[in-house]
């Protein structure tokens, strides 16, 4: 289906990332938004305030963050697209609210402007710390789907994705921005509405009475109703049903919980995207995402010019992880280098899934500011010669001044 | 997945004539988890009552519940119905009325869901005047996980996590509700079945953010913790204690331990509610070219 | 009821006359209905249901005026009236 002509600010603009993330979202049909303000993220909120009068759309500014993904939820059984946006405090906070997302299959998108953590940390400057928070942060067993993106228009771009893929999967989607890309100014070109392409919600068309609200189809996933159609429907956060009725025993647990954690593992495949350059014959593969991978690029550039072979392998999904693909990928090359603004986190992922056939190597950063192109350059250097440097994940920290 | 239900008992068998109200009832949950004597049943009955004596298009009524015993309620009645995370009931509400201004959306939650953990959700949904209603049933104590204090506990009176006795001052719910501008707000306990139907009517019909208080029996945790008695009992109590004023200071409807508790219909005043402030307003700064919002 | 004279509209003055009926096996003995029927129609039983608990038993079939207390009382949904013909008020002299 295509986009609502009037949610859509065609043209050519000269957008920060999170009023292309808003933009985005308007233009993917989102019409409800219940939020917090938390730096980097409240222009998110702002954009959307100040615009959906122009769209019929309405926003809440909530009392807290709790309240706000709740609303999100409430908002999105009522038939609406809705979305919300928050930092790493706030993220914490809505950890509770993912997890019942999740539970009820509630399609919605939740924007993590990633900040330096953890606690309040460093409220106006870039992270990338919250990447496996991300995946394991609310309790229990589910699957999530995260994209990363690395400009603003990629922010426009990535949320109209993140819309369509929390509506094919009734999963809610995180998009993990960072300070650097939500607070920078670039030129983001908006299609026109016909240009867009929208997954509709799978909503259920069968007799009433036949209805089962969790009976899954069989790409796994439920068709769904509003309320106010007459469906009298349940829906509740505890174990359940195919009615949504709870049901309190291990069988019941196995059937729900194992088939929302399938839903999002069989579909992989048709998930996971990234995006490769020169990874034929590469010795080293830098893998990267967000902001980092556009950094990473200049060390890439630099290192090419000294004659090494190595190729780059960018996330744009980066959970559920490309697992299948870098188990490949580390048989074909020496070493996989991966920059990240945080002490390791999806490194551990690219380790795992290595599993020792190429060294992996971290280059950190707590968080402030991006890294300094030189820095993974080293790392590439280091790791192109083919020696391993120690067992397990190797780590080039910050490169201090006058050495090598 | 081939496998159906998991929840494979034999449904009960329908009885003849069937009960009134169980059009509005979950039949193939009943008979529900609550103990014998606990007044969410009761309280559930006139809110039944009361949609059925207001002959409104069910399909277009949705109950949202917290956690606890009373969080239950979703879970049995026969309409669109959300048993959502603790404390949260009346921020998912939000979201339920905003995204489809059309429906009637009730919050049937406890008094630890609503004015504890949900406390920021209710003094601000009321300073808003969100369009929705809350039945806060109050048995003092948090029954579902074994009988905790609750902050609205009386003072003195006992629960597994005040052994010595409740040293808090509790939480006058007509007064926080009226203070943080609810548009409605009633009192009545369990007993009191049909005054408590007339003022959900009211409440259910009434624009903006209304509470009706109801105070309910908990004989397993606040009765047997507190040495009062049967479920009866409490109920007797409410007979011989509770004094009607209508219209009284909200100030002055602290409840004590085993003392008088004062029902009636406090509050009944008029303000515009969050969507019909929202609208006005925009209205007036963007002129003719805002379109106001009503849903779809 | 007793009056010290039939008063001017007792021919039209009809008292409704109700059946109670009582599902038993969701009955969970709390006495609700018993203590509070004003015509005192009802009175816990001796039996057992299902769960063990004694539900309500009718003494009183004629005395039930369908004022619906027991029915909107009870916590279990599982007491209820309806109506039965009316008939005129009996009334002493």
């Known amino acids: ?404 | 997945m081939s496998a159906p239900n998991v929840a494979e008992k034999p449904p009960p068998k329908a009885v003849e004539p069937p009960h009134p109200m169980e059009s509005l009832l979950r039949m193939e949950r009943i008979p529900h988890i609550w103990c014998p004597t606990c007044g969410i049943g009761t309280t559930v009955t006139a809110f039944a009552s009361a949609l059925e004596k207001l002959q409104w298009d069910l399909d277009k009524v949705c109950v949202v519940s917290g956690i606890g015993c009373t969080g239950r309620v979703a879970g049995y009645m026969r309409l669109d119905s959300f048993h959502t995370t603790h404390g949260r009931a009346i921020a998912y509400a939000t979201g339920v009325k905003l995204g489809n201004p059309r429906l009637k959306v009730v919050v049937f939650s406890g008094d630890g869901d609503l004015i504890a953990i949900g406390g920021n959700h209710f003094i601000h949904a009321a300073r808003r005047n969100m369009d929705m209603t809350v039945i806060c049933v109050n048995n003092f104590i948090y029954a579902m996980t074994g009988g905790q204090c609750a902050p609205t506990t009386p003072p003195t009176g006992y629960a597994t996590t005040s052994p010595y006795g409740n040293f808090e001052r509790p939480f006058n719910i007509p007064h926080l509700a009226e203070s943080c501008g609810a548009v409605y707000v009633a009192r009545w306990t369990a007993l009191h079945v049909r005054r408590l139907t007339t003022s959900i009517m009211e409440a259910l019909q009434k624009p903006g953010f209304s509470v009706v208080e109801v105070i309910t029996p908990c004989a397993n945790y606040w009765g047997r913790i507190n040495r009062l008695g049967t479920g009866l009992d409490l109920m007797k109590f409410y007979h011989e204690h509770s004094v009607i004023r209508h219209g009284a200071d909200t100030r002055t409807l602290d409840i004590e331990f085993q003392k008088d508790i004062v029902v009636g219909k406090f509050i009944d005043r008029e303000r515009p509610t969050f969507l019909e402030a929202y609208n006005q307003r925009l209205s007036q700064i963007l002129g003719e070219k805002f379109v106001p919002y009503e849903g779809d | 009821m007793k009056y010290w004279r039939k008063p001017l509209d007792s021919d039209e003055v009809k008292v409704p006359h109700g059946e109670v009926h009582i599902i038993l096996d969701r009955c969970k003995g709390c006495g609700f209905c018993v203590e509070y029927c004003p015509k005192d129609v009802l009175e816990m039983s001796e039996e057992y249901n299902a769960k063990g608990y004694h539900p309500p038993r009718v003494k009183d079939p004629e005395g039930c005026v369908q004022c619906k207390l027991c029915e909107m009382l009870c916590p279990d949904f599982a007491i209820f009236v309806l109506p039965k013909e009316q008939k005129e008020a009996p009334v002493e002299g």
């Not at chain 1, 240009?195 to 009475?209: A, E, M, S, T």
């Not at chain 1, 490309?322 to 990928?329: Q, V």
Request: proline residues 6%; negative net charge; charged residues 25%.
């Open chain 1, 1 to 404: 289906m295509k986009a609502d002509p009037k949610g859509v600010l065609t043209g050519d603009h000269f957008l920060d990332g999170d009023h292309a993330c808003a933009e985005g979202a308007l233009a993917a049909g989102c019409r409800f938004f219940g939020g917090y303000p938390i730096t980097p993220s409240t222009e998110v909120a702002e954009k959307f305030a100040q615009r959906c009068p122009q769209v019929g759309a309405i926003f809440i500014q909530m009392e807290d963050e709790l309240g706000s993904l709740a609303s999100v939820i409430g908002a999105v059984w009522s038939g609406r697209k809705a979305m919300t946006v928050t930092s790493g405090p706030g993220f914490s906070l809505m950890m509770e609210h993912i997890g019942l997302a999740v539970m009820t299959e509630t399609p919605l998108v939740l924007v993590n402007v990633q900040r330096g953590g953890p606690s309040t940390g460093l409220p106006t400057l870039t992270g990338q710390a919250d990447m496996m928070q991300a995946r394991w942060g609310s309790h229990g067993d589910y699957e999530i789907i995260a994209l990363s993106p690395n400009s603003p228009q990629e922010a426009f771009d990535y949320t109209i994705k993140a819309f369509n893929l929390s509506e094919r999967y009734r999963v809610p989607v995180l998009l993990m921005m960072d300070e650097c890309v939500g607070h920078m100014t670039e030129k983001v070109v908006i299609p026109p509405a016909d240009q867009i392409v929208l997954q509709p919600r799978k909503y259920y068309k069968g007799k009433k009475k036949d209805y089962l609200p969790f009976k899954p189809d069989k790409d796994l996933v439920p068709p769904m109703v509003k309320t106010g159609d007459g469906y009298r429907f349940h829906v509740t956060g505890l174990t359940h049903d195919f009615r949504g009725y709870p049901v309190m025993s291990a069988q019941c647990q196995e059937e729900n919980v194992h088939r929302l954690v399938d839903k999002i593992r069989s579909n992989a495949d048709d998930i996971v995207e990234y995006e490769e350059d020169q990874i034929e014959g590469a010795d080293v593969v830098v893998v990267a995402y967000g902001i980092t991978s556009r950094v990473a690029l200049r060390a890439v550039d630099l290192a090419r010019a000294e004659g090494i072979k190595v190729g780059v392998l960018r996330l744009v999904v980066v959970w559920p992880f490309p697992e299948t693909y870098i188990r490949r990928l580390a048989q074909k090359v020496k070493a996989l280098v991966m920059p990240e603004i945080n002490y390791g986190q999806v490194v551990l992922e690219l380790d795992r899934c290595a599993c020792g056939r190429a060294e992996v190597v971290l280059v950190p950063h707590g968080g402030g500011w991006v890294h300094d192109p030189e820095d993974i350059l080293h790392a590439i250097r280091q790791a192109a010669t083919g020696e391993r440097a120690g067992e397990g994940i190797v780590e080039y920290p910050r490169k201090k001044r006058g050495q090598e």
